[in-house]
Nanobody, 123 residues
Framework: QAQLVESGGGLVQPGGSLRLSCTAS????????IGWFRQAPGKEREFVAA????????KYADSVKGRFTITRDNAKNTVYLQMNTLKPEDTAVYYC????????????????WGQGTQVTVSS
């Protein structure tokens, strides 16, 4: 099975940028489609972005479209989430997940999850 580790979270001012990384061990990330999800306190987990295993087709939540970019580097066994023009409402714990579907926005379709990384957008 795959083990996923997220990194790159932190505190950033509104309008700033962060790049999150999701690195896999155990199995190569190229075997899976990868999704990013987030969960804020008191809220349900929500889809952020996803990328396919094979042709790197991407999908984004409307709330992040145009601001976030998901990419993958199979040679580094890592998927990235570049987050620009961050807003306070982006504050959440961000999780990456690996799954066998071609691409999915539904968190229950993913098989493996990382532990999450905190992103806080505040002045």
């Amino acid at each position: 099975q795959a083990q996923l580790v997220e990194s790159g979270g932190g505190l950033v001012q509104p309008g700033g940028s962060l790049r999150l990384s999701c690195t896999a061990s155990g199995r190569t990330v190229s075997r899976y489609s990868i999704g990013w999800f987030r969960q804020a306190p008191g809220k349900e987990r929500e889809f952020v972005a996803a990328i396919t295993r094979s042709d790197s087709t991407t999908k984004y939540a409307d709330s992040v479209k145009g601001r976030f970019t998901i990419t993958r580097d199979n040679a580094k066994n890592t998927v990235y989430l570049q987050m620009n023009t961050l807003k306070p409402e982006d504050t959440a714990v961000y999780y990456c997940a690996a799954g066998s579907y071609r691409i999915s926005t539904i968190w229950t379709t993913y098989d493996y999850w990382g532990q999450g990384t905190q992103v806080t957008v505040s002045s």
